[in-house]
């Protein structure tokens, strides 16, 4: 074939392009999008997670805690020398984790110990958080790991590298999937899950189209989430799920996401997120869209804005579990632990519960109680 | 005499845009309302913006890799002088100053001190995301006056105000680029440094103004989303930075410099999000979404570059006076292909 002029071979290559795209568009359409996920999975995903039954399957072992010394009362605690607590979060921007380290702060300067804060620069960001630690059990820094893994299977790794280094971890909020740890701090995100899809087929009389926004994937407390509403779904046939995607836990990503489901789901009566960023992004999307409350839109983490948009009847209902306390609790094991303590609960699990206009005043009286919320 | 082939040929990235929106309105009809199309214009604005300033920056043969920290410093920054109860233009302009600067910064380290625009950039980056980070301090600001809101959820005879922004934005760049001799000596400068400097263009000087736009540009954008999110925090820069460059490039700006324009940069952003907003309509897996996005960058660039050997092997073959750069050694030349597109 010869090509007589360049303009036309131009033409004709950018044609190419366009079936391409095209076909890149239409192709995935030919299969429902959730199966062609599904048929991916086994090749991305190590231990998938044991589907229907709603648990993921958690390998981790709880350390055989040798201490001898009765637990103390908490009143009376305090550390036997100012040991170093490394505490691990997954980013700086979720108000979340300033809840949590809060927590952790008063915690060491009740019990007399230091904290080091660390977190990765890029939200979420596995391999940065994965050197931090690296870096901690390398420098011996700290007698002490309490941590907030970003990724709970691809973090096991690194979770037996701290074993082999003797450095003892106290996980909180995101529970690993391996490796062994002297105790856990967090909610149960399954029951969670289930909990809010309770809460919310009350409220839309067991009927009605919603949209799910998932957190980032690999992250427990994302999977947790979404399998526990999954499950509780089963029992209301008529409440359907419209559209399910991620929003990787983000506003600005769950407002584009929202405005673009909107176009083609307009009757839509709710939307659960499974974070309280992604559901004010979705508030946002739906205040330019002038749908702010008519759209029954559900958050966790019951950040400080959060409750604000409660009050103010944009956000319908966020779920409230402290993270303040999760984070001071795992200083105080650490502490017990390290004073050579048995640790009367190896799983601490705090309660959640839904805020709502009801009683969201009471949640942000305790909010500033705790000095996380001006 | 306009020549059909021609013709064709500048709008083929149009033609790939209408194609793309065909196929999504086939399978998803939702796509077609008047009410979607100015979301995916809404949408596509701060992008645009973003790569506006990218573009004039990537004509000259650099990069600016801290746009989208910059953004999110804007948006902090902004949020945090309001939450103070500063009034919202003085925040706004303050962070619209700072970003400037930071983009003059940029500007003077690369022409006057004349380091690589990856590294120096690449420093902005984490810079200009440390201090938001810092200024924010892991708060999300929210709750903005609604003057400032406007600014973001605002409509402007019925045109939403991103669109609007993004409108004199690109028609500023654009009449920049392509009637004034600012914009042949960038093109020139990107083409052929050397043979800019020797013609006496004064490359440093810019240099300096493209990287400061840049950086003027981003912080607009910063503002922009806080005002359509009513909120700011650190965590905005997060997928900002590659669609914007991918926009750029998708749009026939070549990244070695002095090839390519505003108009591709507007088709390849509203390429990028209508495959975005097509994907979200379609309800298609995350996984999916990302490998889309990715393949047709690629895809995008790979007929590009085919396309211009195939075109030089052509004009080997039938050399046409006057329709390359070497003809006139580089100035002022306006660049035939390439902004053609």
């Given at each position: 074939m010869t090509f007589v002029t360049s303009d036309k071979q131009r033409f004709l290559t950018t044609l190419v392009g366009l079936v391409l795209m095209v076909l890149m568009v239409a192709w995935p359409t030919t299969a429902p999008a959730a199966s062609a996920a599904d048929k991916t999975a086994p090749a991305v995903k190590a231990p998938a997670p044991t589907a229907g039954s709603g648990t993921v399957d958690f390998k981790v072992r709880y350390a055989n805690i040798k201490g001898t010394k009765a637990p103390v009362a908490e009143a009376s605690l305090k550390a036997d020398k100012k040991y170093k607590v490394a505490f691990m979060v997954k980013?700086?921007?979720?108000p979340f984790w300033k809840a949590a380290r809060k927590g952790g702060d008063d915690a060491a300067a009740k019990y007399g110990v230091t904290v080091a804060h660390y977190a990765p620069t890029q939200a979420d960001n596995v391999p940065e958080q994965t050197r931090l630690v690296e870096d901690i059990i390398v420098k011996k820094d700290a007698d002490a790991l309490v941590w907030a893994p970003v990724d709970f299977r691809a973090q096991v790794a690194l979770a037996e590298k701290a074993n082999t280094a003797k450095l003892p971890i106290f996980n909180f909020n995101s529970k690993l999937a391996g490796g062994e740890i002297v105790t856990f701090a967090g909610t149960d995100d399954f029951a969670m899950g289930k909990g809010i899809i309770d809460y919310m087929q009350k409220v839309l009389n067991q009927k009605g189209n919603i949209i799910i926004l998932d957190g980032v994937p690999g992250a427990t407390t994302a999977e947790l989430r979404k399998q526990g509403m999954l499950e509780e779904l089963k029992k209301y046939p008529n409440i359907k799920v419209v559209a399910h995607q991620t929003a990787n836990w983000s506003r600005a990503e769950a407002l584009r996401v929202t405005e673009n489901l909107l176009q083609s789901q307009p009757n839509v009566e709710a939307i659960v997120c499974a974070n309280d960023e992604m559901a004010l992004g979705a508030v946002a999307a739906l205040d330019s869209a002038g749908k702010a409350g008519k759209v029954k839109v559900t958050g966790v983490d019951s950040t400080p804005d959060a409750l604000v948009a409660v009050k103010e009847g944009k956000l319908f209902a966020s779920v409230d579990y402290s993270a303040y306390v999760i984070g001071y609790k795992s200083v105080e094991f650490a502490v017990r632990y390290l004073n050579g303590e048995k640790i009367p609960e190896q799983i601490y699990l705090v309660d959640y519960r839904i805020v709502d206009k009801t009683n969201v005043d009471d949640a942000i009286a305790n909010r500033k109680k705790i000095g996380v919320m001006k | 005499m306009i020549d059909i082939r021609q013709l064709l040929f500048s709008l083929s990235r149009v033609l790939a845009l209408l194609v793309l929106c065909a196929a999504v309105a086939v399978v998803a009809p939702a796509f077609l309302s008047s009410q979607n199309l100015v979301n995916v214009l809404r949408q596509a604005s701060l992008m645009i913006i973003l790569a506006t300033g990218l573009t004039a920056v990537i004509l000259t043969g650099g990069i600016d890799l801290s746009v989208a920290s910059l953004l999110a410093l804007a948006a902090c920054f902004s949020g945090m002088l309001m939450t103070e109860g500063i009034p919202w233009y003085l925040a706004a302009l303050a962070a619209l100053g700072l970003t400037t600067f930071c983009g003059l910064i940029n500007g003077l380290m690369i022409a006057v001190v004349r380091l690589p625009a990856f590294i120096v950039t690449y420093g902005m980056l984490w810079i200009a995301q440390g201090f938001a980070v810092l200024v924010a301090s892991s708060e999300v600001f929210y709750g903005f006056p609604p003057p400032f809101l406007f600014l973001g959820r605002g409509y402007l005879f019925g045109i939403p105000m991103p669109i609007v922004f993004m409108t004199l934005v690109a028609a500023a760049a654009w009449t920049l680029l392509h009637r004034t001799p600012l914009g042949r000596e960038i093109y020139a400068m990107g083409a052929n440094p050397d043979a800019a400097r020797l013609s006496g263009i004064d490359v440093k000087t810019n240099l300096i103004k493209v990287y400061t736009a840049s950086g003027f540009l981003a912080g607009l954008a910063g503002l922009i989303l806080t005002a359509r999110m009513n909120a700011a925090s650190a965590?905005?820069?997060?997928?900002?930075l590659l669609p914007a460059v991918a926009a750029v490039v998708i749009g026939g700006t070549s990244l070695f410099g002095g090839e390519g324009g505003i108009r591709g940069t507007v088709v390849g952003s509203l390429i990028m999000t209508v495959l975005i907003n097509g994907m979200n309509l379609l309800n298609i897996s995350p996984f999916w979404q990302l490998t889309a996005q990715g393949t047709v960058v690629i895809v995008a660039v790979l007929l590009d570059q085919g396309a211009r050997a195939l075109e030089r092997r052509g004009e080997k073959r039938r050399p046409k006076v006057g329709s390359r750069p070497e003809a006139s050694v580089g100035l002022p030349v306006e660049p035939t292909s390439a902004v053609s597109n």
């Open positions: 980013n700086v921007v979720n | 965590e905005v820069s997060a997928d900002q």
